[in-house]
């Protein structure tokens, strides 16, 4: 006996542009691995049409949805609670909706922290690069975990950058400092454990100039991490590959972060044969 559509529990990612994104893939297939009625679906929202769309969301059945750039700052004032650590980060990617209540949640943070959980300890000076909704988590988890005695936050434009630096200070005593990116290329830091790029810059563009040469911050032993996994190896990962330098690609982050995710809506992980299968497309 079939199910009726209106039966299907709906969730999504909102977002723009929505184009790379795989998230439908990793959700749809935990679906069917647990034999669930739901599907995960793509709903790009023009920046400008946000608050609007958002309030069109509300009067429909959404049972959960992803928030992912330029959003995950924006939505927290348009949730009716927001979870502890959600709050401290300043950025939300998961809602769950109970009825008419949306629940904001943020799982960016674990999915960062689950490639590198055994490397923690030996990043004492940590670069990132942006200082959007995915830097909050990145740098939260740093500090949260007690990494990062130096952490430095450089971006675009050096404000921003400045105001997340303020909101960390709130929660570790580490040293953090902000800059803007001329001005580290200018003038660069030297010997980082760890850099990330939580900037989009490079995303679906495997042409995308490089955000910045990692030469003059690295040591022999740095990770570069690079959020972004399409494509696979961007710029600042090819560059960090000629220099010998350790590497690593957002495809894992993004598939546990997702986990996570699906564990907030369904009270479920993936299955292991699942993530790991998962697992070994992400440089592909």
Sequence with gaps: ????????????????????????????????????????????????????????????????????????????????????????IGAVNTVKCEGSRWLGFNTDWLGFLRPVASDLSDFKRCLILGAGGAARAVAFALVKKGAADVLLIANRTKARAEKLARDLRLHGTKTIEATDLETLKNNPAKNFDLIVNTTSLGMNDPGAPLIIDPEPLAHAQTLVYDLIYKPPQTALLLRAKKLGLRTLNGYPMLIYQAEEAFKIWTGKPYLSATVQELLQLGGK
């Design 1 to 88: 006996m079939s199910v009726s559509n209106a039966q299907t529990a709906r969730y999504g990612i909102i977002g723009y542009p929505l184009e790379h994104s795989v998230s439908p893939i990793l959700h749809n297939r935990a679906f069917r691995d647990y034999g669930m009625n739901a599907r995960y679906e793509k709903v790009p929202i023009a920046p400008e049409t946000f608050e609007a769309h958002i309030a069109r969301m509300k009067r429909e059945d959404w049972r959960g949805f992803n928030v992912t750039i330029p959003f995950k700052e924006r939505i927290l004032p348009l949730l009716d609670w927001v979870e502890e650590t959600a709050q401290a």
